[in-house]
């Protein structure tokens, strides 16, 4: 994805809405204050939140546990600059803040490229480029170089590729060093420790053949199957190393390279230089076999919990129908079509990209983009929206000025927020920019001091070496990802998908929780939801109404199925009339009599504004009381002051009758969802902020306004809007957004926290940190309670190894612990963490 146009937030037009920089041609929104807006939605949430700067490095440094930095961006402004366009890599490999600012570093470095946002969040990076002057197969080469994987990000091989290689690390690593490890507690650790396993001779015997020309041999064997593990296993950990050293900002990678290394080069140098030499290249494989395995751990996790979502929504369009001047259909690429082009679009398909409907008549979805819950009439003349679906009908569409969709407007802004959504600095790591300097510093100080005091220089290097081992380097790596990894699995265990690790350090409590509407508050479905017509009427508009596929006349066939039911509800004892009883939230099923016959559909003709027929000998109309007037039919007073007052409330009424006049009416409407009462009051009562934020019409949201718990409503509110309404609530605190679309996509990517409902498209979960795959609203609440636990059990770990640090490395640096004993210590450190890590979060019941 790349492109040239402004994002959100940037000085640019001055036509363009005040506050989400979309266009504002042929709109006249404007405030008291003269401001022009795109629509009456972005007007009232600049009314609400005023007018905010929304700095980007100020946001970044809120994020970060402390205020600890992740390193400047070179691309905190979205504008491209002219010449350039923005371009979006996934990179394979990064996992922490100085990733980040190396990344953006080397890539501002290559001729051509004026900008870069890199996030280790979503392992993207955004990268400003002049296309004369450098590829992307140049940018691809210049990071992969570094020893990071880049690839685009709908590059599935390549994504398929770096999973496969980091497998082949660990495979290697866990059976390479199996192999060292065997020949140390068969043949070397018997020299050490009087092991009764063997008696004196063969004890005898071993220590002689170690310090033989042959145990030279056998020592540079087992030092060359530690190279494999230490430098293609352990490369990702030298990388990261190698990085925080570039970047002056100490990491845990660091730490545990340090430690690593220093075993492997004294071993070396040992077998080079010394006549039976005691070698430590167990100590080397340990460190990065077992830090190697926790992050694989982790990452496996999380693997599994994204294969959950394997089923969501595509909704991007490849390819388009485009008529010739012939009258035929051809099928192009979406990228070939041209300003002009005319493109045949039928029911059940996406609009391509933005348009004008030049012939035709049909009902057009546009939820996906604009949140709008209900469908829309699109006749010659009308905007069509790219990534609409028409539902009925069809549409000739003439291809806009840009040649262009919607949809791909919102995914380049969702690019954009994520290449920008810099990650935290873990708490291990900023630990480290303390403890890893204060390490070396007692090594060195440890190894000097033994010299001074005669020790020889072996015994010096032994000191130092023993210090930086038993710093524990693999407990405090594996505090995090293991908790994380713990974090993540009894999230998967409720049926939350946790793709983002960093949630559970940087969020620990919400101050403004934002919900969209359809969707999520609501199950995004058409249903009945009340009606004022007897049973007779209502079974012959559900038949006529199979044969629509507007999504309307589908809510009204689906009554068909209730009322012949033999498990419906039946109405209320003793009223055979012709009005049921109804619940809040849908129809009462009414059973017919047994001795009905199915309605039989003779006629059926689809209108602008409904439909008619004839069903079992009856002509019947269900639609607009404009329909009816059109027909010559008579539409009493009262049914069309109920279909009016309906409409007000945002729910679609229709009037339906038969043999020339309108009998009553039906209702339909999006439903709400179970339990969002509870969820949004229970916030409430918590003293979390909700706001609902939707794109549909001021008139659907009015339930929500009228709540106690829900503290403002925004309504009729465009993808970018949202986005900026978001980046503008951060300003007052955390915000955490709740949605399911691919309208909701930029504002959850915008959010502190993005959840997405596991039912929406694959654009929002693409987009959230974390999904909830049952649907359940109740489980915002549980994402915080496990990312809270998850913080108690990494601070923990930690805080196990740093009070086993205050007691081993005073032992080391006074040469009362050697490496061997030094290791084995490190390796009960470890377990403990393992040990404490495996247990659950939350108790079963919560």
Same mark, same amino acid.
């Given at each position: 994805?790349?492109?040239?146009?402004?994002?959100?937030?940037?000085?640019?037009?001055?036509?363009?809405?005040?506050?989400?920089?979309?266009?504002?041609?042929?709109?006249?929104?404007?405030?008291?204050?003269?401001?022009?807006?795109?629509?009456?939605?972005?007007?009232?949430?600049?009314?609400?939140?005023?007018?905010?700067?929304?700095?980007?490095?100020?946001?970044?440094?809120?994020?970060?546990?402390?205020?600890?930095?992740?390193?400047?961006?070179?691309?905190?402004?979205?504008?491209?600059?002219?010449?350039?366009?923005?371009?979006?890599?996934?990179?394979?490999?990064?996992?922490?803040?100085?990733?980040?600012?190396?990344?953006?570093?080397?890539?501002?470095?290559?001729?051509?490229?004026?900008?870069?946002?890199?996030?280790?969040?979503?392992?993207?990076?955004?990268?400003?480029?002049?296309?004369?002057?450098?590829?992307?197969?140049?940018?691809?080469?210049?990071?992969?170089?570094?020893?990071?994987?880049?690839?685009?990000?709908?590059?599935?091989?390549?994504?398929?590729?770096?999973?496969?290689?980091?497998?082949?690390?660990?495979?290697?690593?866990?059976?390479?060093?199996?192999?060292?490890?065997?020949?140390?507690?068969?043949?070397?650790?018997?020299?050490?420790?009087?092991?009764?396993?063997?008696?004196?001779?063969?004890?005898?015997?071993?220590?002689?053949?170690?310090?033989?020309?042959?145990?030279?041999?056998?020592?540079?064997?087992?030092?060359?199957?530690?190279?494999?593990?230490?430098?293609?296993?352990?490369?990702?950990?030298?990388?990261?190393?190698?990085?925080?050293?570039?970047?002056?900002?100490?990491?845990?990678?660091?730490?545990?390279?340090?430690?690593?290394?220093?075993?492997?080069?004294?071993?070396?140098?040992?077998?080079?230089?010394?006549?039976?030499?005691?070698?430590?290249?167990?100590?080397?494989?340990?460190?990065?076999?077992?830090?190697?395995?926790?992050?694989?751990?982790?990452?496996?996790?999380?693997?599994?919990?994204?294969?959950?979502?394997?089923?969501?929504?595509?909704?991007?369009?490849?390819?388009?129908?485009?008529?010739?001047?012939?009258?035929?259909?051809?099928?192009?690429?979406?990228?070939?079509?041209?300003?002009?082009?005319?493109?045949?679009?039928?029911?059940?398909?996406?609009?391509?990209?933005?348009?004008?409907?030049?012939?035709?008549?049909?009902?057009?979805?546009?939820?996906?983009?604009?949140?709008?819950?209900?469908?829309?009439?699109?006749?010659?003349?009308?905007?069509?929206?790219?990534?609409?679906?028409?539902?009925?009908?069809?549409?000739?569409?003439?291809?806009?000025?840009?040649?262009?969709?919607?949809?791909?407007?919102?995914?380049?802004?969702?690019?954009?927020?994520?290449?920008?959504?810099?990650?935290?600095?873990?708490?291990?790591?900023?630990?480290?920019?303390?403890?890893?300097?204060?390490?070396?510093?007692?090594?060195?100080?440890?190894?000097?001091?033994?010299?001074?005091?005669?020790?020889?220089?072996?015994?010096?290097?032994?000191?130092?070496?023993?210090?930086?081992?038993?710093?524990?380097?693999?407990?405090?790596?594996?505090?995090?990802?293991?908790?994380?990894?713990?974090?993540?699995?009894?999230?998967?265990?409720?049926?939350?998908?946790?793709?983002?690790?960093?949630?559970?350090?940087?969020?620990?409590?919400?101050?403004?929780?934002?919900?969209?509407?359809?969707?999520?508050?609501?199950?995004?479905?058409?249903?009945?939801?009340?009606?004022?017509?007897?049973?007779?009427?209502?079974?012959?508009?559900?038949?006529?109404?199979?044969?629509?596929?507007?999504?309307?006349?589908?809510?009204?066939?689906?009554?068909?199925?209730?009322?012949?039911?033999?498990?419906?509800?039946?109405?209320?004892?003793?009223?055979?009339?012709?009005?049921?009883?109804?619940?809040?939230?849908?129809?009462?099923?009414?059973?017919?009599?047994?001795?009905?016959?199915?309605?039989?559909?003779?006629?059926?003709?689809?209108?602008?504004?409904?439909?008619?027929?004839?069903?079992?000998?009856?002509?019947?109309?269900?639609?607009?009381?404009?329909?009816?007037?059109?027909?010559?039919?008579?539409?009493?007073?009262?049914?069309?002051?109920?279909?009016?007052?309906?409409?007000?409330?945002?729910?679609?009424?229709?009037?339906?009758?038969?043999?020339?006049?309108?009998?009553?009416?039906?209702?339909?409407?999006?439903?709400?969802?179970? +339990?969002?009462? $509870? =969820? %949004?009051?229970? #916030?409430?009562?918590? /003293? !979390?902020? @909700?706001? &609902?934020?939707? *794109?549909?019409?001021?008139?659907?949201?009015?339930?929500?306004?009228?709540?106690?718990?829900?503290?403002?409503?925004?309504?009729?509110?465009?993808?970018? +809007?949202?986005? $900026? =309404? %978001?980046?503008? #609530?951060?300003?007052? /605190? !955390?915000? @955490?957004? &709740?949605?399911? *679309?691919?309208?909701?996509?930029?504002?959850?990517?915008?959010?502190?926290?993005?959840?997405?409902?596991?039912?929406?498209?694959?654009?929002?979960?693409?987009?959230?940190?974390?999904?909830?795959?049952?649907?359940?609203?109740?489980? !915002?609440?549980?994402?915080?309670?496990?990312?809270?636990?998850?913080?108690?059990?990494?601070?923990?770990?930690?805080?196990?190894?740093?009070?086993?640090?205050?007691?081993?490395?005073?032992?080391?640096?006074?040469?009362?612990?050697?490496?061997?004993?030094?290791?084995?210590?490190?390796?009960?450190?470890?377990?403990?963490?393992?040990?404490?890590?495996?247990?659950?979060?939350?108790?079963?019941?919560?």
């Amino acid at each position: 994805m790349s492109g040239t146009d402004p994002a959100p937030g940037t000085d640019s037009d001055p036509a363009a809405c005040t506050l989400c920089e979309l266009p504002t041609e042929g709109v006249d929104v404007t405030d008291g204050d003269g401001n022009r807006f795109c629509c009456t939605g972005c007007r009232d949430v600049y009314g609400v939140l005023g007018d905010v700067d929304v700095d980007a490095d100020d946001v970044r440094e809120r994020r970060q546990p402390g205020g600890a930095s992740a390193g400047e961006s070179a691309n905190d402004d979205a504008t491209v600059p002219d010449g350039h366009e923005a371009t979006f890599l996934e990179v394979d490999g990064m996992h922490c803040a100085t990733c980040e600012a190396f990344i953006e570093t080397v890539a501002t470095d290559a001729d051509g490229v004026s900008a870069a946002s890199a996030s280790y969040v979503t392992d993207t990076v955004r990268i400003d480029r002049d296309s004369d002057a450098v590829t992307v197969d140049d940018l691809t080469e210049t990071v992969s170089g570094l020893g990071y994987s880049a690839y685009a990000r709908d590059d599935a091989f390549s994504r398929r590729q770096a999973s496969n290689m980091a497998t082949a690390r660990l495979a290697a690593g866990v059976l390479v060093g199996m192999a060292v490890m065997l020949q140390y507690i068969v043949l070397i650790y018997p020299t050490y420790f009087a092991f009764p396993f063997y008696d004196e001779r063969t004890l005898s015997y071993l220590n002689e053949a170690m310090a033989s020309t042959s145990g030279t041999y056998f020592f540079i064997v087992i030092g060359v199957l530690t190279t494999i593990v230490l430098f293609f296993t352990g490369k990702p950990i030298l990388r990261g190393a190698y990085v925080s050293a570039r970047t002056r900002s100490p990491n845990m990678d660091l730490l545990v390279a340090v430690a690593a290394v220093s075993a492997y080069l004294y071993s070396t140098l040992a077998v080079i230089f010394v006549e039976s030499p005691s070698i430590y290249y167990d100590v080397t494989v340990a460190i990065i076999v077992i830090v190697t395995v926790g992050n694989h751990y982790e990452d496996s996790v999380k693997e599994r919990a994204t294969e959950l979502l394997s089923e969501v929504t595509a909704i991007r369009v490849d390819d388009a129908r485009r008529l010739t001047a012939d009258g035929e259909t051809e099928s192009v690429a979406v990228e070939a079509l041209d300003p002009g082009d005319r493109l045949l679009v039928r029911a059940g398909e996406r609009v391509p990209v933005d348009g004008e409907a030049v012939d035709g008549d049909a009902a057009v979805d546009e939820s996906v983009v604009t949140g709008e819950s209900l469908p829309v009439r699109k006749v010659a003349g009308d905007a069509v929206v790219g990534g609409s679906i028409v539902a009925d009908g069809s549409l000739t569409v003439a291809v806009g000025p840009d040649a262009a969709s919607s949809l791909d407007r919102v995914a380049e802004l969702v690019y954009d927020l994520q290449s920008g959504n810099h990650g935290v600095q873990k708490l291990a790591d900023r630990l480290a920019t303390v403890f890893v300097p204060a390490v070396l510093v007692i090594a060195v100080v440890a190894a000097g001091a033994s010299l001074a005091l005669g020790g020889t220089t072996t015994d010096a290097m032994l000191v130092g070496l023993t210090v930086l081992i038993v710093s524990c380097p693999c407990a405090l790596g594996l505090a995090t990802p293991l908790a994380v990894a713990a974090g993540i699995r009894d999230a998967l265990e409720r049926s939350i998908v946790v793709f983002d690790d960093t949630v559970f350090e940087r969020i620990r409590e919400a101050d403004t929780v934002v919900f969209d509407k359809t969707g999520t508050l609501t199950t995004g479905e058409m249903r009945l939801v009340d009606r004022a017509v007897d049973d007779d009427l209502l079974r012959l508009a559900a038949a006529l109404e199979s044969r629509s596929a507007h999504p309307v006349g589908q809510a009204v066939a689906a009554a068909r199925t209730a009322l012949g039911d033999d498990e419906g509800a039946p109405h209320e004892p003793g009223d055979d009339g012709a009005t049921p009883a109804v619940a809040d939230g849908g129809v009462e099923a009414v059973k017919p009599p047994a001795d009905d016959a199915e309605p039989t559909v003779d006629s059926f003709e689809s209108h602008a504004r409904g439909v008619s027929g004839v069903v079992s000998g009856v002509e019947v109309v269900v639609g607009h009381p404009d329909l009816f007037d059109e027909s010559g039919w008579s539409v009493p007073d009262e049914i069309r002051e109920a279909v009016a007052d309906a409409r007000d409330v945002g729910r679609v009424p229709v009037a339906v009758g038969r043999d020339g006049a309108a009998e009553g009416f039906v209702v339909v409407g999006d439903e709400l969802r179970d +339990g969002w009462e $509870e =969820t %949004v009051t229970a #916030l409430d009562d918590t /003293g !979390v902020e @909700v706001i &609902v934020l939707t *794109g549909d019409d001021e008139r659907a949201a009015t339930v929500f306004r009228d709540h106690d718990a829900v503290a403002s409503v925004f309504a009729g509110v465009p993808p970018e +809007g949202k986005a $900026e =309404t %978001v980046a503008r #609530l951060k300003e007052g /605190g !955390v915000t @955490v957004m &709740v949605g399911d *679309g691919t309208n909701d996509a930029p504002a959850l990517a915008a959010a502190d926290l993005g959840v997405a409902l596991g039912g929406g498209t694959a654009m929002a979960v693409d987009a959230a940190d974390v999904a909830i795959v049952d649907d359940d609203l109740g489980s !915002v609440a549980t994402v915080f309670e496990l990312a809270r636990a998850a913080g108690r059990r990494v601070k923990g770990n930690i805080g196990w190894a740093f009070c086993y640090n205050a007691v081993a490395i005073p032992l080391a640096a006074t040469g009362l612990l050697n490496p061997l004993f030094a290791a084995v210590a490190m390796g009960a450190s470890s377990l403990l963490v393992v040990t404490n890590s495996s247990r659950a979060l939350l108790p079963d019941d919560e």
